[in-house]
């Protein structure tokens, strides 16, 4: 009877290491990916807020019967900004671009310039960062 | 006498091998299926934290292609963003638009990329709410005027 009990103590005592080790083999991977993702989130949250930019100027260029449009950017936050990730519309639709630098550091000012573009009057103008902070500003053609 | 002792615990000793073992065998399996089902909500939360996106339209000016309208979405999240109408569902002034009325432009969009999503839908003039919703449930919510 007593080595019955301690066969069957040894058997439960090894399902109860395995699901032990089952345990930590799936949890751990799991609340570190979680933590990373939670981390990753909060420095994104963190770089939206420390980011801001001001359109200081747009000037405007004959081409054709359309134009060019030289835009004046800049950075009013605290984070660096990669220009290539910008978004430019100009009256609404999204237009190619070119810049002047391939970073927006902190106080410093860059230059789009989009070409050949269609439009008279007035025009609206939306510049948006990586991540989704934005401007606007309002040009007349003249 | 002594033959039968021996055999009752021999008897005893196989009966509770085979209960340990069944309650063993149990034990690891339900531990197994709540681990999994716990791994595989961590794969989902882990999904929500990592996506996010935005409409970065002008509200005051949605460009129009061939019929349809047409609205800029930002992958703003940490990872990459299938955009397809299986993933995404909108709703225009609160009613969900039929998978066959709008599309992407790309399949997938990387962080700070921008897709075009072209909606074809009946609005008046006036303002509207468009409320774009993505893997995970995560959604945006967009004003705009036509």
Known sequence: ?142 | MGFSLTGTHVIFFIASIIVAGAVSGVFIAVTMNVSNSFSERGDRVQEQLDTDFEIINDPNEIPTSNGYYVFYLMNTGGKRLLTTNETFHIFLDGEIAAVANYHFNDTYIQPSEVTEMHVIAALSGGSHILRVVGPQAIDDEFNFMI
């Open chain 1, 1 to 142: 009877m007593g080595f019955s009990l301690v066969a069957a103590a040894a058997i439960i005592g090894v399902s109860i290491l395995v699901c032990t080790e089952i345990i930590i083999g799936n949890v751990s991977p799991t609340i570190t990916g979680i933590n990373d993702s939670y981390d990753d989130m909060k420095n994104r949250a963190i770089e939206q807020v420390q980011t801001d930019i001001n359109i200081t100027s747009a000037t405007t260029a004959s081409n054709g019967s359309n134009y060019d449009l030289n835009v004046a950017v800049k950075n009013t936050g605290s984070v660096s900004l990669k220009t290539s990730d910008f978004s430019i519309l100009v009256d609404g639709t999204k237009q190619q671009f070119t810049c002047s630098d391939s970073y927006l550091y902190p106080e410093k000012t860059v230059y789009f310039n989009v070409n050949n573009i269609a439009g008279n009057g007035l025009e609206r103008l939306k510049i948006i960062t990586d991540k989704g902070i934005s401007d606007y500003y309002s040009y007349i053609l003249p």
